[in-house]
């Protein structure tokens, strides 16, 4: 548990945007949508979302911490996998509902749970009138079966 | 109004992930999480939501559609400001609830309504036992007020 808190983002749309304390807007979930690149080349790696306590636990550990929504559990990012994330940057949007974290990703350089680099592997075009996935060619970095299987 | 129909995302998670059909998974308010980053140099400009009819809008024009959950309404990113944005490339993730959008801005190459070029004009850090932000040096590009002034 971090001891770290947030205090409730002002009503003033100039202190929010121009300010110098975080407070993040918080959905109605309790939740900040939160945007992951490579701090090397900038490539996209996931999107995921954080709840105070993964944005406190983050701040203060310098390991990226997430909200699951599908397990609702706090998640620290490759604790299974090794494939942890180092912040080398963390930045807030205008009216702070967003987070940007610029990491530098351990163990197998990978960050989709599919074992690729990038959650985002697939192009999208129009096609017949018809909105298509084509794949970009990234292969999975380590064997996600094995790596998420269950203890028997 | 476009045309253009997403299929239900399939239950099978093989199908969804490495599938080559667009079947994205908005949530209960209708909603994809949108990334928009610079397709020249990759900077994170902004965050924002779309609509299965923004989607489809942004796909068949090339220009950059969203939903703006606070005005409730179809969003021509750039319309009032000139800063459009050109769809470079479009992306999605491996469970399809999130897209990435690679674009060229208009006008002022101006995404935040500030004025600036980003959204993301804060980094965040620790002092004091406290998050704070501080400023990136960044500089509006365009006059906000003068812009966006509603017709006396």
Same mark, same amino acid.
């Given at each position: 548990m971090s001891a770290l808190q947030f205090p409730e983002a002002p009503a003033d749309k100039k202190a929010l945007e121009e300010?110098?304390?975080?407070s993040p807007r918080f959905d109605a979930a309790g939740l900040v949508t939160a945007v992951v690149t490579d701090?090397?080349?900038?490539?996209?790696?996931m999107v995921a979302h954080m709840n105070a306590e993964a944005l406190a636990l983050t701040l203060e550990t310098g390991i990226a911490h997430y909200w699951? &929504? #599908?397990?609702k559990a706090l998640w620290k990012k490759g604790?299974?996998?090794?494939n942890l994330q180092h912040v080398v940057e963390m930045r807030t949007d205008c009216d702070q509902d967003a987070i940007w974290l610029r990491v530098k990703v351990l163990g197998h350089d990978a960050t989709c749970h599919?074992?690729? &680099? #990038?959650?985002?592997?697939r192009t999208v075009g129009l096609k017949d009138g018809k909105a298509t996935l084509a794949g970009d060619g990234t292969r999975p970095l380590f064997d996600a079966e094995e790596t998420y299987r269950e203890p028997a």
């Open positions: 300010g110098d304390a975080l701090a090397g080349d900038g490539m996209l790696l699951s &929504r #599908s397990r604790e299974t996998s090794g599919t074992g690729r &680099r #990038s959650c985002f592997y």
